[in-house]
């Protein structure tokens, strides 16, 4: 039998019991959310604070299904940067999610749309960095080190993607609702959840299966958009701002799926 990256069989995995023990987990930080209606920044809910969920439902299915050593191999993937043998592979990682995010800020101030200027302060980037990346790590144990690979091997890593996204918006789509997020924004912020979904499978097929590149890719990506480098206000990200982010991150998925295939997204044609 075929098996995943950290050497645990896919035959035993199920992404719905995943799905249904990640969505139970995350219920008390939703009816935190819900009661504080507090906020750690102006684009971060209490609620996001479930980004611990992830992995915590990934190890307790992994540790019922492998027990101790199971959960080891999936905590060690944390940092299976070897696994990403074409070094090539860092540009997309470190570049392509945050390149978006600064043209995105780019096509506002050409359209004369509100932006503030950026701003670069070394010490809260790097905080900002390491949080992002243990954020990034605690989704990406659970979306890409358990989800992903069952549901690509039955369907294809297109179709698995834009249904894990889809999954993924789900799930945060309650504490956008508490931020206060429109009905607008969260439509937009859905169509670039689902176009960086695809990415992320994109870069963790092209790269081993490694789950740091994932998570790498994903705590940048929140670094490059939410900050600290520029500050939209109270209100945080605008509209336009989404719009047009979902628009790019959507077009440059598109892009990659055409150039490396919808079946394995990464130029493998084989099953």
């Known amino acids: 039998m075929a098996e995943v990256a950290d050497g645990i069989g896919r035959r035993a995995r199920s992404p719905l019991n995943f799905f249904l023990l990640l969505f139970a987990l995350s219920v008390p930080f ?3 959310g819900a009661v504080t209606q507090g906020q750690l920044s102006a684009d971060l809910p209490v609620a996001a604070l479930m980004i611990v969920c992830p992995v915590a439902a990934a190890a307790i299915l992994v540790y019922r299904e492998d027990g101790t050593a199971g959960v080891a191999r999936l905590l060690r993937r944390s940092f299976d940067f070897k696994q ?3 070094k090539i592979w860092y540009l997309p990682i470190v570049l392509l999610l945050p390149g978006i995010f600064v043209l995105t800020y780019g096509v ?3 359209a004369g749309l509100p932006a503030p200027e950026p701003r670069f302060p070394v010490l809260g980037t790097l905080v900002a960095f390491l949080a992002f990346f243990v954020a990034g790590l605690g989704e990406e144990l659970g979306w890409s080190g358990y989800a992903i ?4 091997n039955r369907w294809g890593a297109l179709p698995a993607s834009v249904l894990l996204g889809l999954v993924w918006a789900l799930w945060h789509l309650l504490p956008l609702v508490q931020a206060g997020r429109s009905a607008g924004w969260i439509a937009w912020w859905v169509v ?3 176009g960086m979904r695809v990415i992320f ?6 790269t081993g299966k490694s789950v740091f590149a994932a998570a790498l890719a994903h705590g940048l990506s929140n670094l490059a958009w939410i900050g ?3 500050d939209f206000g109270p209100d945080g990200y605008p ?5 047009i982010a979902g628009l790019l991150i959507a077009f440059a998925a598109i892009a990659v799926t055409v150039v490396w295939g919808s079946r394995t997204l990464s130029g493998n044609h084989a099953a």
């Open 30 to 32: 939703w009816v935190v």
């Open 84 to 86: 990403i043998k074409a």
């Open 108 to 110: 506002m101030r050409l």
């Open 201 to 206: 499978t994109w870069i963790y097929n092209n």
């Open 228 to 230: 600290p480098f520029l």
């Open 239 to 243: 509209y336009e701002g989404v719009r």
């Open 192 to 194: 670039g959840s689902v």
């Open 149 to 152: 690979d069952p549901m690509q």
